[in-house]
């Protein structure tokens, strides 16, 4: 069955310093990973999706098919970037399906 | 706000009874979801329909659960004899026809059973 880890419950960081939020999966075909975030009383939205390979308020994520990672950056860290990010995998295989996500990453960043 | 609404947003309930929660989806999404979020973990996948058609369904949908889509707009979710196991976030998704198939959430109803 696939899996989403999240390692860190919790990630405090300094505004202006790196960020970095993992993000490891387990499944055996090709999966679609995406980031979603959800900021103080906001509704979960997406933040970025791995086949865009955008960056999205200065945060990328690239997928790692041999570590399955998909791990989240952002070389400096804002005030606004505190919320909860939720990793997400859904199977190419049903991509309408849905979405298994990770347990979650508190962020916050101290002036 | 044209975005996914549910009502009520706020459920407290006692042991036994039977609640149910409804989900307001964008105009036009033909996918409709329900998650299922607990303190400290991410959204869990309970169900899907498209139009209305149910789909899925997770092992998590005990027989308790039944959800319903019964004109492809709105869709209802109900517990009936509510466990304290229940009290969760309770979450509705909307997808749109576009090859990205995006869900959009809703704020959620949050049920606590005493």
């Known amino acids: 069955a696939q899996r989403v880890t999240q390692p860190e419950k919790l990630l405090s960081v300094f505004k202006g310093a790196p960020v970095e939020l993992k993000c490891n999966y387990s499944?055996?075909?090709?999966?679609?990973l995406f980031w979603y975030v959800q900021y103080s009383r906001q509704r979960l939205q997406l933040l970025l999706r791995?086949?865009s390979r955008e960056s999205i308020k200065g945060f990328t994520a690239d997928l790692n098919k041999g570590e399955t990672s998909f791990h989240l950056k952002k070389p400096f860290a804002q005030e606004e970037d505190s919320a909860m990010y939720y990793c997400?995998?859904?199977?190419?295989?049903?991509?309408?399906?849905?979405?298994?996500f990770g347990a979650g990453t508190q962020v916050v960043v101290t002036p | 706000d044209t975005g996914v609404s549910q009502d009520p947003r706020h459920k407290i309930t006692k042991r036994g009874q039977n609640v149910t929660f409804r989900c307001d989806p964008i105009?036009?999404?033909?996918?409709l979801y329900w998650y299922r979020q607990t303190l400290g973990q991410g959204p869990e996948f309970l169900t899907y329909?498209?139009?209305?058609?149910?789909?899925?369904k997770s092992r998590l949908l005990s027989d308790r659960f039944s959800a319903e889509r019964p004109k492809g707009s709105f869709s209802t979710l109900e517990i009936q004899r509510t466990e304290q196991g229940d009290s969760a976030m309770y979450l509705c998704?909307?997808?749109?026809?576009?090859?990205?198939?995006?869900?959009?959430f809703g704020p959620g109803t949050r049920l606590l059973v005493l």
């Open positions: 998704a909307s997808s749109e026809r576009d090859k990205l198939k995006t869900q959009y």
């Open positions: 329909f498209q139009n209305e058609a149910q789909l899925e």
């Open positions: 791995h086949i």
């Open positions: 997400a995998l859904r199977l190419t295989t049903d991509s309408w399906g849905k979405l298994q």
């Open positions: 499944y055996s075909g090709s999966p679609e």
């Open positions: 105009s036009e999404h033909n996918r």
